[in-house]
């Protein structure tokens, strides 16, 4: 009873302070890739970055020879139609009409086995099957982020939540396989890649984004980079929980969007934008309609708003069928949308559709690559991009994420309002030797249009950021760590804000019905 509780966990992380020679085992975890039991220890061998191993219980190398000789039959047994292997919808038929005779010949191959035994093997043979095989471990690890095969000659590495690069103890040991892997992915979203097309941009049905390379564009081989969609999406709790930034700048942007004043989420490559406009988009009211427009999906909303989630599409081998950015942008404007989320603002006509957006009178958050709010500002307002800076005050203001490598931390690094006339306004900014976000100076343009739209006080306007960094850290507090659980309670706050503040004050945790 107590490994089936286990089992149900899907990381159980504990502390070890095993030596194995020069090893030393940092951390030890466990949890189930598809109903397969699946350990993993990170080891300090001594060298410049941990070595992540992972093992499955009880799959000897004697077993694995056996598996693969079965692979071959069931391959050559389950006759599939290339609609069923490319349609999303058969997927979960393609899977149950494998998972049935795989069943079938490891109970002729083991009969003396048990069913659940059976039934982990079953699995086994599915991910070697139809998924990565190798891969299909760590793309169930939910304390990675990113999962990197170089080439044939070295082993895989993944980039751990806590420990960040690591070797694996897995390897892909041809291009060939390397390559394999890349045209199955492609092939089950319509997209090649061969000698002519070498680069190639995917994702996953699980919704991780994959970038994959042919030799010799990469020099060193064949190349594939999995960047993990994450199954639990950071909400405004859990940012606060990480310390990334505080229950107070939290409640100044929530007062923000439920007032539909327009964000822009800047920052460095990974230094965790997207994850950050995710928990921004769950402040949204549930009765307004909004539109999002991203390259590959990754963003994950309360289920039960008015969503509209919409991505780009590339040509096709003809150079036809192209569905951009712009396009979707455009088309977003005609579906009468509250609110439009952009999931990167990379180009000149997009930031002028967006702020013609913001200045009808729709509220937009997007991301931006910028490392300042100044940084920002200046990108937007220079060539290329080159947007009058009198007509960026339609923008509330910058968030701008930070990530520190060498303490393997993400913050928010500034929030900054925009002025009249385009000029910035620091209103915080992270103290990296208190690790604290400082109060640099009062809003102006933001408490001048709560003053004008929501009649609201400075005084007032500090009283409301207080209750909701308070209704905040009561959600950290107790846990209330989900998209759909901070959606619900968010939503109830905006429809009946005693109910919850009577939560707060008692203390208690809020019964999600």
């Not at 891969?135 to 990675?144: G, I, M, S, V």
């Not at 751990?160 to 291009?175: D, V």
């Not at 709790?237 to 923000?256: C, D, H, Y």
């Not at 977003?332 to 702020?355: C, F, Q, T």
Request: proline letters at 5%; a positive charge.
């Amino acid at each position: 009873m107590k490994d089936e509780k286990m089992k149900d966990k899907p990381s159980v992380s504990k502390k070890a302070q095993t030596n194995t020679g020069k090893a030393k085992i940092i951390e030890s975890y466990f949890f189930n890739s598809e109903n397969i039991p699946v350990n993993v220890k990170i080891i300090d061998r001594g060298g410049y970055v941990p070595y992540y191993e992972v093992t499955i219980p009880g799959l000897a190398e004697g077993t694995k020879i056996v598996l693969n000789a079965l692979k071959g039959e069931l391959i050559t047994k389950v006759k599939l139609d290339i609609t069923e292997i490319i349609d999303p919808k058969k997927e979960k038929a393609v899977r149950e009409k494998f998972e049935t005779y795989a069943l079938y010949l490891l109970k002729k191959q083991f009969p003396s086995l048990s069913e659940d035994k059976r039934k982990v093997l079953a699995s086994y043979l599915l991910q070697s099957t139809l998924g990565l095989d190798e891969l299909e471990p760590p793309l169930h690890d939910e304390n990675l982020e990113e999962i990197c095969v170089n080439n044939s000659q070295e082993p895989v590495w993944v980039y751990h939540k806590k420990h960040g690069w690591c070797k694996t103890n897995i390897w892909i040991r041809t291009e060939e396989k390397i390559y394999d892997y890349s045209a199955m992915i492609g092939r089950k979203i319509g997209k090649q890649i061969n000698v002519l097309n070498p680069l190639m941009d995917a994702h996953l049905s699980t919704g991780d984004r994959v970038n994959a390379t042919l030799a010799p564009i990469s020099s060193f081989g064949n190349t594939i980079t999995i960047r993990k969609f994450s199954k639990n999406p950071w909400t405004i709790p859990v940012l606060v929980a990480n310390k990334t930034v505080s229950a107070e700048v939290a409640g100044l942007i929530w007062l923000a969007v439920q007032n539909e004043l327009s964000l822009i989420v800047a920052g460095g490559t990974a230094s965790g934008k997207t994850s950050f406009l995710n928990a921004v988009a769950g402040l949204i009211p549930p009765n307004q309609r909004v539109i999002s427009i991203e390259d590959t999906r990754e963003l994950t909303l309360p289920s039960f708003l008015h969503w509209v989630p919409m991505v780009t599409r590339e040509p096709n081998p003809e150079g036809k069928g192209e569905i951009t950015m712009l396009d979707l942008l455009v088309n977003s404007l005609r579906m009468r949308p509250d609110r439009i989320i952009v999931g990167e603002v990379r180009r000149k006509r997009e930031a002028e559709i967006l702020m013609e957006a913001m200045h009808t009178g729709h509220s937009v958050y997007a991301t931006f690559h910028a490392d300042d709010s100044d940084q920002a500002l200046s990108r937007l307002t220079n060539p290329p991009i080159d947007i009058p800076k009198a007509s960026i005050d339609a923008l509330a203001g910058f968030v701008v994420q930070f990530r520190h490598r060498r303490l393997g931390i993400r913050r928010t690094l500034e929030f900054s309002e925009i002025q009249r006339g385009g000029d910035l306004n620091v209103l915080y900014r992270w103290n990296i030797k208190r690790d604290k976000l400082d109060k640099v100076n009062k809003p102006v343009a933001i408490a001048e249009t709560l003053n004008l739209y929501a009649g609201m006080s400075y005084k007032e306007i500090e009283e409301d950021v207080s209750e909701k960094a308070k209704i905040i850290n009561w959600m950290v507090k107790h846990k209330h760590m989900k998209v759909d659980e901070v959606g619900h309670i968010i939503s109830r706050y905006y429809f009946n804000s005693d109910e919850i503040l009577k939560y707060v004050e008692k203390d208690k945790p809020w019964e999600f019905i």
